[in-house]
């Protein structure tokens, strides 16, 4: 997909050039328009349908557009012009994987708009009275006025999360616009307020176990539609049921598909559930085969275009996956992301127990239960953090307090529904949707991930929780609504996510990688972190009560992409 | 002595008013008084109970740590005194000689060595005994951040449990003849790491017991561990959940025993107890053997350290092999499997379990 830039304020076309040149994978072609104290530039693909192609201009209003809506649209930039100054309700319904600028060029007042659910993403930054936006971070490091100095209270999340959530991103002064939400600027005054929210709505018509299934089939399928376009389309296929789902409404919907599914060799989880899927389905597989070796050649290019620091290790499959759908001449990929964060998932589980049994031995908020789910550095800070680090994170409570208004939300009745907004607006929207439209446009792919559609997950928040978390049955609902579509142990079969086997490339094929990136005179040299207890990690030596080998492998490959990304982005300014 | 602060290694004529000449601090032993062991060992066996302050322990683990501690130095004292029999032995086959004076030394030398000996019996570790020594440390240093403190009113209150969380399950469930195992997991999150309920089979922890029991029903497909001493009514756990109705009777579920049984015991030398009289009508729990075992002794799970109870617990789980075909099928009523698990070298108490 696309991306865009622009300033409103004293910017000038140079600057413009510069934030467009830094994305040259978001397409082959750029624009750019301008006038007094505004500019816009964007990058897109040519001839590709339902995106817009250029810069809008039309009676006093330039708009730039990255990305699509759904439904489809043959220029979403015209969509979204004549939905946001239409002061009736404009976005009650706006939905689709876009980032989007607005600017009024008589009274100079620009209006920033992102997708509800963050598949897109937009930056901001006022430097000398100038307000600049781009849809990549690297694009307003282009600017040589922006200092990139880091904010370690940023790295310090990542460090907890494996991502950044919130507005702050680790340059200082940088703020990210959240999902779901506006921004407008108008004569140095910034105002940012939300335009989607989901909230707890329960439905007593729903409480008929039928008739909820039948409204999450028809909205699914509806959702699956809703994002479809021309030509053949690929599917990220992991053998679970959410994708597997997908790919059932892609045929029922008349859809050309080819599957691409993860070989990691013997230690592939469900290789066996993703051939007999595609097979059920009638869909072409090809294996993309990943281990440390092919991990470790991608591992630059997926950091550069990853844009943010992401310490999952799903991310580089997922490149790889990307470029084998590209290498087979797909444009666009559906994947199944979304169906435990809408439907109640294997994780919700742990929060479950973690609030029967909560409080026996100490205060412990669901906050704090909820960092810890992570698995990261929560309560490991005193070993890993250097005193330097530690003094400059700032004040206790930042991460708490990025939970408090999902978790401690009062109008939400059932606790299931706090964890599931709770992953919804930091997991889903911060984390699994930005890195893998990035992972995906690292090949000129459009990502279409139906799950997290605006309908859709407005409705899961109006079913009763025992229809998602049902006894122990995790998506309940979602099961109900495939049992007669999808084999009965693909459907039934109990889930325990993605194993990506992590641990065996960083102490295996990747171990000389980590011993310069995350070695003595590199860690010395960035001074964050307490080079015995990385080293520790690297001989493979965790917490002793910890019972999965994976955790070192996640761990290390935290610190690993971080590091990376410092290399990539403040040494060297997003410059590859 | 050293101190555990500022690692001053002091004599007892500078340890004035029993503090540290270096930094200030009181001891909590001295040696000199009979104390059987130094503040710097009994830091060392909490270091070793808490994997280095990393897990979460209870006073019966570091009991036995303790054990294991003054049982290493007295295997120390009677090699010594071993050695001083033996030489004494050889002085005295020379003695055969006219060398009079030879014999003499070598018959002092093995009446030395036998005293030695007799004197460095292994010892045992009276509750009484280390609940002194606990309390005179924790007064002299607090109480160590690792160690379970339970708090006076436990969880939540049943009617600030969420409604919704009635509607859900667990995956797994682990039942404990101790609360104080229950404790151990909790604290140590095992129930969030493996999606778990943990119960103590006498109804622990209170605030949450029903409810969970209640929860447990709503999993006709929930696995079952049990957890427990080296008891009668330990062994016999597993049976009576898998027919008593309120527990898992009528159910067709899978119950893995994960507990302490006797043949543990050779993992753990000297440590079995004399068993308690068993209560009148405790089933039987185990074979022939195991029974006439079980009658006369016991042994604790508390004597295996806490990292390794989390570690054997988790590798059940995971090497649980499915059901075959048939298994259970059809009949009414829950299944009892003991779990075997793999045995490393024991180091007395460190890595043997599991």
């Not at chain 1, 279409?448 to 978390?469: I, N």
């Not at chain 2, 969970?212 to 062994?235: I, Q, W, Y």
């Not at chain 2, 003991?338 to 007395?348: H, L, M, Q, R």
Request: hydrophobic content about 40%; overall charge neutral.
């Amino acid at each position: 997909m696309s991306g865009i830039a622009g300033y409103i304020g004293r910017g000038s076309a140079d600057e413009l050039e510069r934030m467009i040149a830094a994305i040259p994978y978001r397409g082959d072609t750029s624009d750019q328009a301008s006038g007094p104290g505004w500019g816009l530039a964007c990058r897109f693909w040519h001839g590709r349908a339902n995106k817009t192609m250029g810069i809008l201009q039309d009676a006093g209003v330039a708009v730039a557009c990255a990305g699509t809506l759904a439904p489809q649209t043959a220029n979403p930039a015209w969509t979204l012009k004549q939905r946001l100054l239409d002061a009736s309700d404009p976005l009650a319904d706006l939905d689709g994987a876009f980032g989007a600028a607005v600017v009024q060029t008589d009274g100079l007042r620009l209006t920033l708009v992102r997708d509800p659910f963050g598949v897109r993403s937009l930056y901001y930054v006022e430097l000398g009275g100038t307000l600049y936006f781009a849809t990549e971070l690297k694009q307003l490091l282009a600017l040589p006025q922006l200092s990139a100095e880091l904010d370690l209270a940023a790295i310090h999340k990542y460090l907890t999360f494996s991502f950044v959530p919130g507005e702050a991103v680790p340059i200082r002064g940088v703020r990210r616009l959240l999902p779901g939400h506006r921004l407008e600027y108008s004569a140095g005054r910034l105002e940012i307020r939300p335009y989607f929210q989901l909230s707890e709505r329960l439905d007593p018509e729903l409480e008929d176990l039928g008739a909820a299934t039948l409204m999450v089939s028809r909205l699914a399928k509806q959702a699956v539609q809703k994002r479809l376009g021309d030509g053949p389309v690929g599917l990220f296929l992991s053998g679970g049921l959410d994708s597997a789902a997908v790919g059932t409404w892609l045929k029922q919907a008349g859809a050309e598909v080819h599957a691409f599914s993860l070989d990691f060799g013997a230690k592939s989880v469900e290789r066996e559930q993703a051939e007999q899927v595609a097979k059920h389905l009638g869909i072409p597989l090809t294996w993309v085969p990943v281990d440390g070796t092919t991990v470790n050649a991608a591992l630059e290019d997926a950091v550069w275009k990853l844009d943010l620091p992401f310490g999952d290790p799903v991310t580089v499959p997922q490149y790889l996956l990307g470029a084998a759908a590209r290498k087979a001449g797909i444009n666009a990929v559906f994947n199944g992301e979304g169906g435990d964060q809408l439907f109640g998932g294997w994780t919700s589980k742990p929060m479950v127990a973690a609030a029967v049994y909560g409080g026996m031995f100490e205060d412990e908020s669901p906050e704090e239960q909820y960092l810890r789910a992570w698995h990261r550095f929560y309560g490991h800070e005193e070993k890993l953090y250097t005193t330097f680090l530690r003094d400059a994170v700032g004040g206790p409570g930042q991460r708490r307090a990025l939970l408090a208004p999902y978790l401690g939300d009062d109008r939400t009745t059932q606790f299931l529904n706090r964890v599931r907004l709770t992953d919804i607006s930091l997991k889903g929207s911060q984390n699994i949707l930005p890195r893998a439209e990035r992972m995906s446009n690292a090949h000129g792919l459009d990502l279409r991930v139906p799950l997290f559609d605006r309908e859709l997950a407005e409705a899961s928040f109006a079913l009763p929780t025992g229809f998602k978390l049902h006894g122990a049955c995790e998506k309940y609902v979602l099961k109900r609504a495939m049992q007669w579509a999808l084999p009965e142990d693909i459907v039934w079969r109990r889930k325990f996510g993605m194993s990506v086997p992590v641990t065996d490339w960083v102490l295996g094929p990747m171990a000389d990688r980590l011993s310069e990136v995350l070695g003595e005179p590199s860690l010395q040299r960035r001074g964050l972190f307490v080079p015995s207890y990385v080293t520790s990690l690297r001989a493979g030596v965790d917490h002793p009560a910890e019972t999965r080998k994976r955790r070192i492998g996640e761990k290390l490959w935290t610190l690993l992409m971080l590091e990376l990304w410092l290399r990539a982005f403040v040494d060297r300014r997003g410059q590859r | 002595m050293k101190c555990i602060y500022c690692q001053n290694d002091s004599k007892y004529s500078d340890r004035i008013g029993g503090k540290c000449p270096g930094c200030g601090k009181a001891f909590a032993f001295e040696p000199k008084n009979q104390d059987p062991l130094t503040d710097a060992a009994f830091k060392a066996a909490i270091d070793r109970v808490s994997s280095n302050e990393q897990v979460k322990w209870g006073v019966e683990h570091l009991r036995y740590e303790v054990w294991r501690l003054l049982s290493a130095k007295a295997r120390k004292t009677r090699r010594a005194g071993w050695m001083v029999v033996g030489a004494g032995a050889l002085l005295l086959t020379c003695a055969v000689t006219p060398l009079f004076v030879f014999a003499i030394i070598g018959g002092i030398a093995i009446l030395v060595g036998i005293l030695v000996i007799s004197l460095s019996r292994r010892p045992s570790l009276e509750q009484s005994e280390f609940d002194r020594l606990y309390d005179r440390y924790t007064a002299a240093h607090g109480v160590p951040k690792t160690a379970i403190v339970r708090r006076p009113r436990q969880g939540p209150e049943p009617t600030r449990i969420a409604p919704d969380l009635l509607e859900y399950s667990f995956d797994r469930a682990v039942i404990c003849d101790r609360a104080r195992t229950v404790d151990l997991l909790v604290a140590n999150q095992f129930h969030f790491e493996n999606n778990c309920a943990i119960l103590g089979a006498e109804g622990y922890p209170k605030h949450a017991f029903e409810i969970v029991r209640s929860m447990l029903k709503k999993n006709p497909k929930l696995e079952v561990f049990v957890l427990h001493d080296a008891t009668v009514e330990g062994c016999a756990l597993a049976k009576r959940l898998s027919t008593d109705p309120k527990w898992f009777g009528g159910q067709n579920l899978r119950i893995v025993d994960v507990g302490l049984r006797p043949a543990h015991a050779k993992f753990y030398p000297g440590m079995e107890v004399p068993a308690d009289p068993a209560p009148q009508g405790v089933p039987e729990g185990g074979t022939h053997p195991e029974m006439a075992w079980l009658r006369k002794n016991k042994l604790e799970l508390a004597v295996v350290r806490p990292d390794q109870i989390v570690k054997r617990l988790y590798r059940a789980m995971t090497n649980l092999p499915e059901p075959a075909d048939g298994d259970n099928g059809g009949v009414s009523g829950s299944d009892v499997w003991i779990y075997g698990g793999d045995y490393g070298t024991s180091d007395g108490g460190a890595d043997s379990f599991g």
